[in-house]
């Protein structure tokens, strides 16, 4: 191995720490409750397309026949009621035009489905470049405050609003966290 290997091998572990450091705030205490990922190559009920997608076959796409894509729904445990949860989003995306509306969507909804907070992730703030997948990694916040009664749950969705042009999802993995301010 030679010097230049030996730095770029640092330079990698470097970015690697300063990511994932930078992946929440310092000021809180987490406490991993679920890793889901949404595989789209199993014919589950998953609205999937076949083609070019970032592994495998199949991906899923919102476009202007389905303005939604995949997702899935999060039945918040009855412990966590009053507390704080962090979903870490992380997944390939690629967009058909840069300028439109397309977004992944959380929403924390009571058991009779009545919403009562609702995030995004705007691709647009990620995406530079059209038709190519990039790794979007990012994270949403529901405050304890709103996370008031048993049978809450979270329903996480591609949307692409503006169903111009095409938004795709593949390799989505969301990871569920409980938070406690330090």
């Known amino acids: 191995m030679n010097i230049i290997d030996l730095i770029k091998i640092v330079f990698v572990v470097w970015v690697t720490q300063l990511l994932v ?3 929440r705030p310092r000021n809180e ?3 991993f409750l679920e890793k ?3 595989d789209l190559e199993s014919p589950s009920g998953a609205n999937r397309t076949e083609g070019d997608a970032h592994s495998g076959k ?3 796409r919102a476009d202007s026949t389905n303005i939604y894509g995949v997702g899935m729904i999060y039945n918040i445990p009855d412990s966590l009621i009053a507390k704080t949860i962090r979903v870490k989003f992380n997944a390939w995306v690629r967009i058909g035009d840069i300028t439109s509306d397309k977004k992944y969507a959380f929403s924390l909804e009571d058991g009779k489905g009545t919403c009562m907070e609702w995030v995004q992730i705007d691709f ?3 995406i ?3 038709n190519e997948w990039v790794n979007v990694i990012d994270s949403v916040l529901f405050p304890a405050v709103f996370i008031e009664m048993p049978g809450m749950i979270i329903k996480t969705y591609s949307y692409n609003s503006s169903a ?3 938004l795709d999802c593949d390799d989505v993995e969301l990871s569920f966290y ?3 301010k330090k």
Do not use: A, G, L, N
Request: hydrophobic share 30%; charged share 30%.
């Open 164 to 166: 111009k042009s095409t």
């Open 21 to 23: 450091s930078c992946d």
């Open 128 to 130: 530079e470049e059209p």
């Open 36 to 38: 889901v990922h949404i």
């Open 178 to 180: 409980s938070v406690v």
């Open 29 to 31: 205490r987490i406490t």
């Open 58 to 60: 199949f991906f899923s």
């Open 124 to 126: 647009r703030d990620y």
